[in-house]
């Protein structure tokens, strides 16, 4: 396997991890304050903990994804690294806030 598909696989188990606890904290905010701010944030966590999953999946266990990411160039991979990598950077300055 590629160190840039394994990084990336890497990237989203950190952001699967780090939205588990932020949908748990805004889930818990939701109950006692019952605000629309809470949530919106809510529901955002969740298609993102959905779409997480789902990469993990791929990365994991998709064999038809591994072709796809294959044939493609190596920039391709980089470029799923790069947005994995992002997306992690996002959520961990959010998760700072969150618990701050």
């Known amino acids: 396997m590629s160190l840039w598909v394994d990084v990336a696989e890497a990237a989203a188990v950190v952001n ?3 939205l588990a606890g932020l ?6 905010s939701y109950r006692r304050l ?3 701010h809470a949530l ?3 529901v955002f966590g969740g298609f993102l903990l959905a779409e997480n999953l789902l990469w993990v999946y791929a990365y994991s266990f998709d064999a038809g994804f591994h072709a796809w990411l294959y044939e493609g160039t190596a920039f391709t991979r980089q470029a799923m690294l790069g ?3 992002l997306e992690s950077v ?4 959010l998760a ?3 618990w701050d």
């Open 16 to 18: 699967v991890a780090v």
């Open 23 to 28: 949908v748990g904290v805004w889930a818990r």
């Open 34 to 36: 019952g605000s629309k």
């Open 40 to 42: 919106g944030l809510l």
């Open 83 to 85: 947005l994995c990598a």
């Open 90 to 93: 996002g959520l961990l300055v």
């Open 96 to 98: 700072w806030v969150t």
